[in-house]
């Protein structure tokens, strides 16, 4: 059996196109867990009335605590043998439980990747792993590196567990990179793992709920810095030839660091003057991790990112914020994220 966990909150317009994908799935041994979070919407009640309409459907109602704790309490609940994430505002394509199980099953892995379909403003994008086979986790820290790299290590939804490998559940104190850090921790303790190239799942990306709120933005360097720390220890745990790829790590925080000043710009919170104040700790930090470790520009292989950081070095914060707002449009219409 798969148990699917999906935690629900403010998903009243979502809900029911999430649970009828599963519903719909051509692999029938499931039981779909929707956590709800108490949303100021009527999701509780279509959570409930869906779960009425599928014997396959369970509703456990918790206080609002947030998604890592409600994924947590579908761990606990759960008994498949196999776990999958699932977001509430996302849509699960007919046979990809059944393709992620039997690529679970025919390889003797622990652990399934697969691509999806990233639904950028109404625009999809296939996204596929850089990698595809069957590794050794101990003998694969180039495979595991590259699917860092490229930011498939950071969700839960594209991916299948095996529920008794679950030593350690999602981390509550944290507001930014604990789906990572989960899938860090679950890797370490993996004989093998699978990568497949087929899509599995509809991510949905567009201005609802993408705002950080002041607070969060105005600590999201110091996040951000603590987070790349805990994974390079994370890694280096399983790798001891990590040092020797240290500007894979390096090049990946500098993108971030970059990602995180693009949003600077288009936060609505906060004053001019709150924003210049941040972005010069940015540039700080970027002289600071470019001082002791030059080779990771090397690796910013998109042309777009090292425009930007070439006029964000020399403070010309009326270009960067041009070249900023050009990029989005760019990435709007073409389509790449």
């Given at each position: 059996?798969?148990?699917?966990?999906?935690?629900?909150?403010?998903?009243?317009?979502?809900l029911?196109?999430?649970?009828?994908?599963?519903?719909?799935?051509?692999?029938?041994?499931?039981?779909?867990?929707?956590?709800?979070?108490?949303?100021?919407?009527?999701?509780?009640?279509?959570?409930?009335?869906?779960?009425?309409?599928?014997e396959?459907?369970?509703?456990?109602?918790?206080?609002?605590?947030?998604?890592?704790?409600?994924r947590?309490?579908?761990?606990?609940?759960a008994?498949?043998?196999?776990?999958?994430?699932?977001?509430?505002?996302?849509?699960?394509?007919?046979?990809?439980?059944?393709?992620?199980?039997?690529?679970?099953?025919n390889?003797?892995?622990?652990?399934?990747?697969?691509?999806?379909h990233h639904?950028?403003?109404?625009?999809?994008?296939?996204?596929l792993?850089?990698?595809?086979?069957?590794?050794?986790?101990?003998?694969?820290?180039?495979?595991?590196?590259?699917?860092?790299?490229?930011?498939?290590?950071?969700?839960?939804w594209?991916?299948?567990?095996?529920?008794?490998?679950?030593?350690e559940?999602?981390?509550t104190d944290?507001?930014?990179?604990?789906?990572?850090?989960?899938?860090l921790?679950?890797?370490k303790?993996?004989?093998?793992?699978?990568?497949?190239?087929?899509?599995?799942?509809?991510?949905?990306?567009?201005?609802?709920?993408?705002?950080?709120s002041?607070?969060?933005?105005?600590?999201?360097?110091?996040?951000?810095?603590?987070?790349?720390?805990?994974?390079?220890?994370?890694?280096?745990q399983?790798?001891?030839?990590?040092?020797?790829?240290?500007?894979?790590l390096?090049?990946?925080?500098?993108?971030?660091?970059?990602?995180?000043?693009?949003?600077?710009y288009?936060?609505?919170?906060?004053?001019?003057?709150?924003?210049?104040?941040?972005?010069?700790e940015?540039?700080?930090?970027?002289?600071?991790?470019?001082?002791?470790?030059?080779?990771?520009?090397?690796?910013?292989?998109?042309p777009?990112?090292?425009?930007i950081?070439f006029?964000?070095?020399?403070?010309?914060?009326g270009?960067?914020r041009?070249?900023?707002?050009?990029?989005?449009?760019?990435?709007?219409?073409?389509?790449?994220?």
């Amino acid at each position: 059996m798969v148990s699917v966990v999906v935690p629900v909150y403010r998903s009243e317009d979502t809900l029911e196109r999430c649970v009828n994908s599963l519903c719909a799935q051509t692999y029938e041994d499931l039981e779909i867990i929707l956590v709800v979070d108490p949303p100021p919407d009527a999701s509780g009640i279509l959570a409930a009335k869906l779960a009425e309409q599928n014997e396959k459907v369970r509703v456990i109602f918790q206080k609002n605590e947030g998604v890592s704790p409600s994924r947590n309490r579908g761990i606990r609940e759960a008994k498949g043998t196999y776990i999958r994430f699932v977001d509430s505002d996302d849509y699960v394509e007919p046979d990809s439980i059944r393709c992620m199980v039997e690529a679970m099953e025919n390889t003797d892995t622990d652990l399934v990747i697969a691509g999806y379909h990233h639904l950028y403003f109404g625009r999809k994008i296939t996204k596929l792993p850089p990698v595809t086979g069957t590794f050794g986790t101990s003998k694969a820290m180039e495979e595991v590196l590259k699917l860092y790299e490229t930011g498939y290590l950071n969700m839960p939804w594209n991916k299948l567990y095996k529920r008794e490998q679950i030593t350690e559940g999602f981390p509550t104190d944290r507001n930014l990179g604990e789906d990572l850090l989960f899938n860090l921790s679950y890797l370490k303790g993996t004989g093998r793992f699978t990568v497949i190239q087929q899509t599995v799942c509809e991510y949905i990306q567009d201005d609802r709920g993408t705002t950080l709120s002041t607070k969060r933005r105005t600590d999201k360097l110091s996040i951000t810095l603590s987070l790349y720390k805990e994974v390079c220890e994370r890694l280096g745990q399983m790798y001891q030839e990590l040092p020797k790829k240290q500007s894979v790590l390096d090049s990946k925080l500098v993108v971030e660091f970059l990602d995180d000043v693009e949003g600077l710009y288009f936060e609505k919170g906060m004053s001019h003057k709150e924003k210049t104040g941040i972005i010069r700790e940015y540039e700080q930090a970027l002289k600071d991790l470019l001082s002791d470790h030059p080779g990771c520009l090397i690796r910013l292989t998109l042309p777009d990112y090292k425009i930007i950081y070439f006029f964000l070095k020399r403070r010309m914060t009326g270009i960067t914020r041009l070249m900023i707002c050009l990029r989005g449009i760019v990435v709007k219409l073409l389509g790449r994220r």
